[in-house]
Nanobody, 120 residues
Framework: QVQLVEFGGGLVQAGGSLRLSCVAS????????MGWYRQAPGNQRELVAT??????????DTAKGRFTISKISRDGAKITVVLQMDSLKPEDTAVYYC???????????WGQGTQVTVSS
């Protein structure tokens, strides 16, 4: 199994920055990509950014140019994925969820979510 623990989030003023971290442990070889998604009240969950094992990144339209995703792997026992969010806007307010996408036959794993609130 894979376990995800999220860190970061909170309240920030518009134009400010926040950093979210997600630490994956457990069956690391079963993970093909990790990323962040977000869900605002009344909206569907949407892609923020993902990063694959080889470092290929993908960003949602609202994150391009403002957010940066990166990952750190140490000893193959854990993977830490960091989402640096700059130039935050009130519309970035949402619950942000870490995701571990796994190879076929294994169930994807979601974190518990962390609240990001951007005040105007």
């Amino acid at each position: 199994q894979v376990q995800l623990v999220e860190f970061g989030g909170g309240l920030v003023q518009a134009g400010g920055s926040l950093r979210l971290s997600c630490v994956a442990s457990g069956r690391i070889p079963s993970i093909r990509a990790m990323g962040w998604y977000r869900q605002a009240p009344g909206n569907q969950r949407e892609l923020v950014a993902t990063i694959t094992r080889d470092g290929t990144t993908q960003y949602g339209d609202t994150a391009k140019g403002r957010f940066t995703i990166s990952k750190i792997s140490r000893d193959g026992a854990k993977i830490t994925v960091v989402l640096q969010m700059d130039s935050l806007k009130p519309e970035d307010t949402a619950v942000y969820y870490c995701n571990a996408a796994r190879y076929a036959g294994a169930v994807d794993v979601w974190g518990q979510g962390t609240q990001v609130t951007v005040s105007s």
